[in-house]
């Protein structure tokens, strides 16, 4: 637990800022990406699932990644999302992000078009031998591709691809987590994409999280990860276990919705969603924000804010 990660312990899903007319809003992207670094992110992940992605063309995606990287490059490791489930495409474009000086790139599971694990496999090594002097992040999330980046393909692709260095792993599954550390080589890391199992996934090895929960707490979780890999376990505990409501708050209805009413209570606007996400409702809003009150209250009475 000594080593530092590549990319930090813990690096924030930046959501994406909207002007009322719902072009992307750039200075309040740049404002957004230094205020995460002043509250303690280590890392930072530009346009993935929680910066909207979907919904956002690859123009604006190269304009908002040199918005963030001119206003915080060279202070923390940036990783661009650049991954779609067209691999021809996905190569075209990781080439062109590639020449903004990112410190890796970050290439999910095709979505939609299910490919077994061969293609899988010829997919992502695609992707990172077009740019082989990038790292490269894969990102396991099941929950929203419908199938899994099963270990032993994993495996595969960290032994025969130099740079690909890392997975952000949003599987509940912990024992896929022993399987990819067990077989990777030694450095390759597995970051938690999900904020409730970070604690877990580091028992088991990972090297920290791509956060949602950072957006309006990333004191707290550093607290926690440092706790963590200082040996004290029970404050790291104590204090997942004050995040763990904040978490699921989060994540009442899709992701980002309640992360940018989060921002919004907590005096950072950043606008709206393109549809076909909507805005939190009134309901939401409000256990929102009473959950925010009792977790931050929480925090600051045993001074982990």
Do not use: W
């Not at 909207?52 to 304009?63: A, N, V, Y």
């Not at 992000?97 to 061969?118: D, I, M, R, S």
Request: hydrophobic residues 45%; aromatic residues 6%.
């Amino acid at each position: 637990m000594s080593q530092h990660p590549r990319f930090g312990r813990l690096l924030t899903a930046m959501v994406t800022p909207f002007t009322p007319d719902y072009d992307l809003d750039l200075a309040r992207a740049a404002e957004l990406a230094q205020r995460l670094v002043a509250q303690g992110s280590e890392g930072l992940i530009v346009n993935g699932t929680t910066g909207e992605s979907p919904t956002i063309s690859r123009p604006e995606r190269l304009g908002l990644f040199r918005a963030v990287r001119g206003a915080v490059g060279g202070q923390v490791p940036l990783v661009a999302n650049v991954g779609d489930n067209c691999t021809a495409d996905s190569v075209e474009f990781a080439a062109k992000v590639a020449k903004l000086g990112f410190e890796g790139l970050l290439v999910v599971t095709p979505y939609y078009n299910k490919p077994p694990q061969e293609g899988l496999y010829r997919h992502f090594r695609a992707i990172a031998e077009a740019v082989p002097d990038t790292p490269i992040v894969l990102y396991n999330i099941p929950g929203r591709c419908v199938i899994n980046i099963e270990p032993e393909t994993i495996a595969r692709l960290a032994s025969d691809v130099p740079n690909i260095l890392a997975v952000k792993q949003a599987n509940s599954d912990l024992r896929q987590v022993d399987a990819i550390l067990a077989s990777t080589p030694a450095g390759f890391e597995v970051l938690s994409g999900d904020d409730d199992l970070t604690l877990e996934m580091m028992k088991h090895g990972g090297s920290g999280v791509i956060s949602v929960t950072a957006h309006v707490a990333a004191g707290a979780l550093m607290k926690m990860i440092d706790a963590y890999v200082a040996g004290d376990l029970h404050v790291a505990e104590e204090i997942n276990a004050i995040l763990a409501p904040l978490h699921k708050a989060l994540f009442m209805t899709s992701n980002p919705i309640m992360v940018k009413a989060a921002l919004r209570l907590d005096g950072f606007d950043v606008g709206g969603l393109r549809l076909p996400l909507i805005e939190a409702n009134n309901t939401q809003i409000i256990a929102l924000r009473e959950v925010m009150d009792s977790v931050h209250s929480k925090l600051r009475e045993r001074n982990y804010r």
